[in-house]
């Protein structure tokens, strides 16, 4: 403590004497010169300092300036040590006492206290610093059988037995309440019960007893972890490394929050020091060549799995998977550099035993064609279309690699002719030249396929062939090849074998086509549709495919209620399927029955959940089911609801995200690289997903009108509605709905009890699951009182800006949120890119005029540099 006395203290006057010797020069002939204090020798002066000014400069400056320093010390010294640590006077005195005595200085000490004296502030800082450690006791060490119940604690706490952790750690701090280790993994079982906030107050006052304890901040980071502050976390990984450098639990914990928070130069320094102290491990050089690929850095993740490779003295056996993945991924990290020709090299001579055969084999397929060696390919995709005739990527690549032109229809028709004859159950080759085909022998090779499909009774026959309709020909075309088929069976011109020996087949097939045909978006007639969806029921009154197009086209008719019912039905006749349920559930809550829709998903949840069916479905993510039910209370009005549902969404994109944890050790631990690659690179892509943005939207829209339309604090009540009928009804009907809730709820906890009653209280019994469990917000009331809508709506908003750029409605959404918020460059910006997009969108003008007539009140408010920008960016918006 004393060396950081007198290093703080040099730091504030090191050049106290030299400042004093270039005062002895007239300033105005020569000011100071900051150089010289680090200035081995003198400097020459421009003249000779005469006898008498040394001597005062002795007498005045240096010599009192040592004294000074001595009497520094020695007061520090003595309030650190003081027997009344709270009387600092009692030892000024002393030290004043002690200075009267004291005749000599001590030449030792080094004279730079010019600037000190007892009494200044920062003296007196340093001066309880000093006594501030001397009062701290040391950390507390454990005798061997303390240590050894320590070691338990652990082993407790690793097997989440938390009850018994928590009572060890007691025992221990019981007799060493200032152990820090302890504290702090009393605090790290704490947290696990879910009691955060005193989990952090123990770690810290752990921190403060003990700081040089790396468990302390291996723990602190532990905590930050889990409650997904992951740049705290980071900090203090490092602190507790910089403490136990050899603790690889901690540099792996390291280096998978950076790889989990995508800083690749942290990974790459935390890989490589995990390669350094265990170079013997492959995977450690596995995840450093991973590091450096994903920074970007081909070359050097190729030398370093080179380099391994060089160090094996012995052959790999060649059911070695690792060994295996290793050399592929190696090979994909080659043909990413572009160098085709040395991928394929290596491909034929390293790879040539690994284990994923297919892989091998369409890498070289690809390479081959890639490198214009045509024959070769067409070989290699020929072998893969012998493994798998269904794969339509292996005939577009034999056909390039045959050198047939796009135009020659019937030389491609040759090359899938060739596999429908060698595979007769092949249906690749018989849907996929539909494709490219054109004119009468679109014709004739549809009507082959369409009987084909019709007499065997396919049902998804339609949804082969739809993606056709983009051609106006083909849309023509194909219904028309179906009603010759429904003549030539009633005119009985053609006797066909029917599929099981049942004619009604062919019919019900071909009837149930046209149903689809005229119900399609690109060819509707409703009313032709539910004609033919009527015929083919007649035909088969138990297909559950028939009534839910029936059910499907009520629905596109607009009868909503109509088409629940019919799409309930359908879900009567099979009540095994799941795919059924879940649709009539879908269709429920489209006709606003939330209660309804939550009892049939039921029928298919586990009945043991504590929560009943909607908390089976939420941990089973049933992101579907959750939006469509955001949407319907949001329609009815119950905005909590509704938000409850869209954040629930949210969470479990979020819980997507944290799944990679799982994955960042256990990939190389199996050896799987490149489908941890795949997993990294979608993960970077996650809300891009459908799914996200339906529902983020759906968030944003609903905060707008929040803000535009303020509530009372209620779900979904406005305040000019606090009072009345209106008021009264929305009520009555919450409370309805709560008490159905509940029903659901007793019947689920019945049912469970009924098919076994051991599991009832089951969950009730584990630690702390109880706590976790328990939804402090179920019905959203907390979110629907928000008093910042706005501000909640950007924690949706940012994510469809940022990994969806290219949707315009999330745009439009980006653009209400900024004007609102005044963040007029951001709502420029968004308009920008939604005109990138379609700058004839009807919104896009609307917008734009709002916009100019904003800025036209705003602009004397706004700084001269952002008026600059907004004027000139505005310039090139249609209609601003």
């Known amino acids: 403590m004393t060396a950081d006395f007198l290093r703080l203290s040099r730091s504030a006057i090191d050049d106290t004497i030299t400042q004093n010797l270039n005062a002895l020069e007239t300033p105005a002939r020569s000011g100071f010169d900051p150089t010289s204090t680090s200035r081995v020798g003198p400097r020459p002066l421009s003249h000779q300092i005469d006898a008498a000014a040394c001597n005062a400069f002795k007498d005045q400056v240096l010599f009192p300036s040592w004294q000074v320093r001595s009497d520094v010390l020695s007061y520090c010294s003595l309030v650190a040590t003081s027997p009344d640590p709270d009387d600092p006077e009692r030892a000024l005195r002393e030290a004043e006492n002690e200075r009267n005595r004291e005749k000599v200085v001590d030449e030792r000490l080094d004279p730079y206290s010019a600037r000190f004296f007892p009494r200044e502030a920062r003296t007196e800082h340093l001066a309880n610093v000093l006594r501030s450690a001397s009062s701290n006791q040391m950390p507390q060490t454990l005798s061997t059988r303390e240590a050894n119940l320590f070691r338990t604690v652990i082993r407790y706490y690793e097997d989440k037995q938390y009850k018994r952790g928590l009572k060890a750690a007691e025992q221990i701090l019981k007799r060493n309440p200032k152990h820090g280790d302890t504290m702090s993994m009393k605090a790290l079982i704490l947290n696990a019960q879910g009691k955060t906030e005193e989990a952090f107050a123990l770690a810290k006052e752990a921190l403060t007893i003990d700081m040089k304890s790396y468990i302390c901040w291996h723990v602190y980071g532990i905590l930050y972890r889990t409650n997904k502050n992951f740049d705290e976390a980071i900090k203090a990984y490092k602190f507790a490394l910089k403490l136990e450098p050899d603790s690889h639990q901690i540099q792996r914990d390291l280096a998978v929050l950076q790889i989990q928070m995508r800083d690749y130069q942290g990974y790459i320094q935390s890989r490589l020091a995990m390669l350094k102290a265990r170079p013997q491990l492959r995977q450690n050089w596995t995840a450093l060549a991973i590091a450096y690929h994903l920074d970007g850095n081909?070359?050097?993740?190729?030398n370093i799995l080179?380099?391994?490779?060089?160090?094996?003295?012995?052959?790999?056996?060649?059911?070695?998977?690792?060994?295996?993945?290793?050399?592929?991924?190696?090979?994909?990290?080659?043909?990413?550099?572009?160098?085709?020709?040395?991928?394929?090299?290596?491909?034929?001579?390293?790879?040539?035993?690994?284990?994923?055969?297919?892989?091998?084999?369409?890498?070289?397929?690809r390479y081959l064609a890639q490198l214009g060696r045509k024959q070769e390919a067409a070989k290699a995709y020929r072998?893969?279309?012998?493994?798998?005739?269904?794969?339509?990527?292996?005939?577009?690549?034999?056909?390039?690699?045959?050198?047939?032109?796009?135009?020659?229809?019937?030389?491609?028709?040759?090359?899938?002719?060739?596999?429908?004859?060698?595979?007769?159950?092949?249906?690749?080759?018989?849907?996929?030249?539909?494709?490219?085909?054109?004119?009468?022998?679109f014709r004739s090779t549809a009507k082959e396929y369409l009987t084909l499909m019709f007499d065997k009774g396919v049902p998804s026959t339609f949804a082969n062939v739809k993606h056709l309709y983009s051609d106006a020909s083909k849309k023509d075309i194909l219904p028309a090849l179906a009603r010759e088929y429904l003549e030539e069976l009633s005119g009985g011109s053609v006797a066909r074998d029917q599929a099981n020996g049942d004619s009604s087949k062919g019919e019900g097939a071909a009837l149930y086509f046209l149903a689809q045909h005229y119900d399609y978006y690109l060819s509707r007639d409703l009313a032709r549709a539910m004609e033919y969806v009527e015929k083919a029921i007649e035909l088969d009154p138990?297909?559950?495919?028939?009534?839910?197009?029936?059910?499907?086209?009520?629905?596109?008719?607009?009868?909503?209620?109509?088409?629940?019912?019919?799409?309930?039905?359908?879900?009567?006749?099979?009540?095994?399927?799941?795919?059924?349920?879940?649709?009539?559930?879908?269709?429920?809550?489209?006709?606003?029955?939330?209660?309804?829709?939550?009892?049939?998903?039921?029928?298919?949840?586990?009945?043991?959940?504590?929560?009943?069916?909607?908390?089976?479905?939420?941990?089973?993510q049933c992101v579907w089911f959750l939006t469509e039910d955001g949407e319907a209370w949001q329609r009815r009005g119950n905005l909590g609801l509704a938000l409850k549902r869209y954040h629930t969404v949210f969470n479990i994109f979020d819980t997507w995200q944290e799944d990679q944890f799982d994955f960042h050790s256990f990939s190389l631990r199996k050896g799987q690289i490149r489908a941890y690659i795949d997993l990294i690179r979608?993960?970077?892509?996650?809300?891009?997903?459908?799914?996200?943005?339906?529902?983020?939207?759906?968030?944003?829209?609903?905060?707008?009108?929040?803000?535009?339309?303020?509530?009372?604090?209620?779900?979904?009540?406005?305040?000019?509605?606090?009072?009345?009928?209106?008021?009264?009804?929305?009520?009555?009907?919450?409370?309805?709905?709560?008490?159905?809730?509940?029903?659901?709820?007793?019947?689920?906890?019945?049912?469970?009890?009924?098919?076994?009653?051991?599991?009832?209280?089951?969950?009730?019994?584990?630690?702390?699951?109880?706590?976790?469990?328990?939804?402090?917000?179920?019905?959203?009331?907390?979110?629907?009182?928000?008093?910042?809508?706005?501000?909640?709506?950007?924690?949706?908003l940012w994510p469809l800006l940022q990994f969806s750029p290219r949707n315009i409605e999330g745009q439009f959404a980006g653009f209400e949120v900024f004007i609102r918020r005044k963040k007029y460059l951001l709502a420029l910006r968004c308009l920008?890119?939604?005109?990138?997009?379609?700058?004839?969108?009807?919104?896009?003008?609307?917008?734009?005029?709002?916009?100019?007539?904003?800025?036209?009140?705003?602009?004397?408010?706004?700084?001269p540099k952002v008026k600059g920008v907004i004027e000139t960016e505005l310039a090139e918006v249609p209609g601003a």
């Open 682 to 796: 979608w993960e970077d892509r996650l809300r891009e997903h459908p799914f996200y943005f339906r529902a983020a939207l759906n968030a944003v829209n609903l905060y707008l009108s929040m803000h535009d339309k303020p509530q009372n604090g209620t779900n979904g009540v406005e305040a000019g509605q606090a009072n009345g009928e209106d008021a009264a009804e929305r009520k009555k009907a919450a409370k309805k709905a709560k008490k159905e809730a509940q029903k659901a709820e007793r019947e689920a906890a019945e049912k469970a009890a009924k098919q076994d009653p051991n599991k009832a209280g089951a969950q009730k019994g584990k630690d702390g699951e109880e706590a976790k469990k328990k939804d402090e917000d179920p019905n959203g009331v907390k979110l629907a009182a928000t008093t910042d809508p706005l501000g909640d709506a950007m924690k949706f």
């Open 542 to 620: 138990k297909s559950v495919d028939f009534h839910m197009t029936r059910a499907r086209i009520f629905k596109h008719q607009g009868e909503i209620a109509r088409a629940a019912e019919a799409m309930d039905h359908a879900r009567s006749l099979d009540t095994k399927d799941r795919y059924i349920n879940s649709k009539a559930a879908k269709y429920q809550l489209r006709n606003n029955e939330n209660e309804k829709a939550l009892a049939t998903m039921g029928l298919f949840t586990r009945a043991e959940t504590v929560g009943g069916p909607l908390a089976d479905l939420v941990d089973m």
């Open 832 to 863: 920008k890119a939604a005109v990138a997009i379609d700058r004839s969108h009807t919104r896009v003008l609307e917008q734009a005029a709002r916009l100019r007539k904003v800025l036209d009140g705003a602009m004397d408010s706004l700084a």
């Open 383 to 441: 072998a893969l279309l012998d493994r798998n005739p269904e794969h339509p990527e292996y005939y577009k690549g034999l056909i390039n690699s045959l050198g047939i032109p796009a135009v020659a229809e019937a030389a491609q028709k040759a090359v899938y002719d060739e596999y429908a004859a060698k595979y007769p159950r092949c249906d690749a080759a018989r849907r996929l030249p539909l494709d490219f085909l054109s004119g009468d022998f």
């Open 298 to 302: 081909l070359r050097q993740a190729e």
């Open 306 to 365: 080179t380099t391994y490779e060089k160090s094996v003295t012995t052959t790999p056996l060649r059911t070695d998977f690792e060994n295996s993945e290793a050399l592929l991924y190696k090979n994909t990290i080659i043909a990413e550099m572009g160098d085709i020709e040395r991928a394929l090299e290596h491909l034929e001579t390293d790879c040539k035993n690994c284990l994923d055969r297919l892989a091998v084999m369409e890498l070289r397929a």
